[in-house]
Structures are given as C-alpha cells and as structure tokens.
C-alpha cells in the first residue's frame, strides 16, 4: 500500500546513501509479517512480539520483545525500527532503543510520528473511521493510547553520530490514509507502485513538507562516516 512506501522508501534512500541496501546484515524491529523486505530484497531477520500471518519471504522471523532482544551485542549492520515507538509505551521507550543501539553494528534507524499535532491528525482519522461506522484499524486504536515519541528520546547518546529527518506532511498523510479508506484507490495505488516504482516515490518525495507526521532518526557509531540522502538536509 501506498503508506508503507511512505515509510520505508526514507530509510531505503538512507541504507543506499550508506552503502547498506544490496549488503549487511539487517534486523528489523516490529516488522510484521512483510517489513522491509517488500522493497529491499535480501534476507534478514524481523522480530516481532507475534505474527498475524505467515512472514514472507526474504524474512527469517523471530518471537521476541523490542525490549529484550535474544541477539549479540553488535550481530547486525542495521537495525530498522519503522512505525513503532508510537506502540511502546511511553516508559519503555529508551530501553526499546537502547537494545536496538547494543544489537546494532553500523547504522540504527528509526521511524515514527511524531509529536502532538501528528497524534491529532490520527485522532481525526479515527474519527473518520467511527464516523463511516467502519472498525478503525488495530495500529490506529493502539495509536490513540499514549502520546507520540518526541526528539528528545534521542537526546545525550554517546557514541553515534544523530541526523534527524522529517518526513511525510501531516496534510498529505491525512489525505492518503482516508484515500486508503477505499479499497480501489488501495488497488490501484499498488498497482502503481509495482509498474512505475521510482515515479511513485518522486511523488512522495514532494510530500515531505514541515509540517511533518513522521521523523526519522539515523544513527551511525561515531567511527563510521555519515553520508546523507540526496535530496535531504538534516536536522541540527
């Protein structure tokens, strides 16, 4: 669906400005039974606390918590945490990172709305849902349980160098998420993303304007070197 292009195509345009989308070892965070592997076609390993259906392929799935991952410290390149700090609950938060920085190698991404205004634009649209007397979706009930992460989680950790982006205009999110109301525009908006794939993401990246419903967080340990997506300036 066109909102997982949402929030993957940002980090797969990171893990290509870091020489990490053809190669390394990758982990993903609450990946769900598809994850990142709708897009970068490598194996790597989702965890999750469960799966809803059968993982796809090219994912190995592992049954664990975000906030006791069974791996080594360092076992993987990349870590990849795409929409779910909006789901743990606001105290365990820095621990979820934590156990994503100790676990990750290179480079630890994460994703997420973020802040008040984005949490109110989810309100309305589960309001818009109770409203067309449709059930809202699980992720969008769970949404309105705890406030949204702010920037501030990321604030005084030592030893990996921060670039903070902002993606997806709360305006252009609402907009897509009631469109995706509709199970023909959710038809053919995939239909568009599998025969002209580049087309569709230069079309998302205009949408990427302040206001912002999503940050993106990218950290690489500090004898790394940071190369940043073209097209995008970080946040200081």
């Known amino acids: 669906m066109l909102n997982w292009a949402a929030r993957y195509y940002p980090i797969i345009r990171i ?7 053809n190669s390394g070892s990758l982990l993903e965070i609450g990946s769900g039974s598809i994850g990142i592997g709708q897009f970068r076609r490598i194996s790597f390993i989702g965890c999750d606390i469960s799966f809803d259906s059968r993982p796809k392929w090219p994912m190995t799935p592992v049954i664990a918590s975000a906030v006791q991952l069974p791996f080594q410290d360092n076992e993987f390149d990349i870590t990849v945490t795409s929409d779910v700090m909006e789901h743990i609950p606001p105290e365990m938060r820095k621990k979820v990172i934590g156990e994503s920085l100790r676990v990750a190698r290179k480079l630890a991404i994460f994703g997420f ?12 649209l589960h309001s818009a849902y109770v409203d067309a007397n449709m059930t809202p979706p699980g992720w969008l009930t769970e949404h309105m349980e705890a406030p949204f992460p702010e920037p501030e989680l990321f604030a005084d950790i030592d030893g990996w160098q921060i670039q903070q982006f902002g993606s997806e205009s709360i305006t252009f999110h609402s907009w897509m998420m009631r469109k995706e109301m509709s199970l023909l525009f959710v038809l053919l908006s995939s239909i568009g993303l599998r025969a002209a794939p580049y087309v569709m993401e230069a079309w998302l990246r205009k949408a990427d304007r302040d206001p912002y419903y999503r940050q993106i967080f990218a950290l690489r340990r500090c004898e790394e070197k940071f190369r940043i997506p073209r097209g995008k300036r970080a946040i200081e």
């Open 15 to 21: 893990l290509k400005a870091q020489g990490l989308f």
């Open 113 to 124: 709305p973020c802040g008040q205004v984005a949490w109110e634009s989810d309100r309305s």
